[in-house]
């Protein structure tokens, strides 16, 4: 039930009406108070009343929320404003490692058709184009196809008709690079030949034919001195 000081006080303040109130501080001081200030006072009080009733766990709840809400903006600020090059190292712990794709040149062997050749009469023939080398029988047969790698640009592997010379299955050293030529097969007197090494997968000699070793010992074992080596600069296959 409203007293009624308080009813007094709100009906002067609805007349528009001066009232003179008296309230008691801490210090024990009495000051005047008009009706606007005492609505306003009334206004205040309601409004804690009202902020009273709201239960206790929802207050939380909402603090909660807004002080997530803060933390989410925050974060975002800082991703925002973040350097790109910025790398910590939990980074690099957790970076899955660049695989690099690994080129591993393979020759492919006929068993059979290579079985039943004769090295005496098989012959060579090179297609630079296609960076592709062929033991063909005398049949007409391909019993090995291999890549290979030949000149690169500003070098030249001299194209036409040549034969083996000279073989030197090991020991045979490159005059340019100081590294070994396993399987050497010189071409008529000329300082080019057939030899097992590093095949990038592009033309990259200094003008030789190298052969991936596996290719280069077959080739090196069913051939022989005076073998015929065919270099195209594409070959059609006749």
């Given amino acids: 039930m409203q007293s009624i000081t308080t009813k007094l006080i709100t009906a002067a303040a609805i007349a528009g009406v ?7 501080s801490e210090a024990g001081i009495f000051r005047r108070k008009g009706p606007a200030q005492v609505a306003a006072s009334r206004v205040a009080k309601e409004r804690m009343e009202v902020r009273r009733a709201i239960p206790v ?13 803060s933390s989410e903006r925050r974060g975002l600020l800082a991703r ?3 350097p790109s090059n910025t ?21 492919d062997i006929n068993r059979a058709v290579l ?27 391909i019993a090995m196809e291999s890549p290979v790698s030949t000149a690169r640009t500003g070098k030249y592997t001299p194209r036409g008709t040549f034969y083996v010379t000279e073989r030197v299955p090991v ?3 490159s005059t340019i690079y100081g590294v070994g030529m396993p399987y050497w097969m010189r071409l008529n007197s000329t300082a080019f030949g057939m030899h097992a090494g590093h095949l990038p997968g592009y033309p990259a000699s200094a003008g030789c034919i190298r052969f991936p070793s596996d290719a280069a010992q077959t080739l090196f074992n069913h051939t022989k001195s005076g073998t015929r080596v065919s270099i195209y600069s594409s070959w059609s296959g006749s």
Wanted: aromatic share 10%.
């Fill in 18 to 24: 001066t009232f003179v109130s008296f309230e008691s």
């Fill in 57 to 69: 766990s929802r207050r939380v709840r909402t603090s909660s929320q807004t002080e997530r809400s």
């Fill in 80 to 82: 925002l404003f973040k």
């Fill in 87 to 107: 790398t910590t190292s939990s980074n690099f712990r957790s970076a899955t490692p660049v695989q690099r794709k690994v080129y591993e040149p393979r020759a």
């Fill in 115 to 141: 079985a039943s050749s004769n090295r005496y009469s098989n012959r060579v023939v090179i297609d630079i184009s296609k960076q592709k080398a062929y033991l063909v029988t005398s049949a007409g047969r």
């Fill in 171 to 173: 020991g045979k050293v």
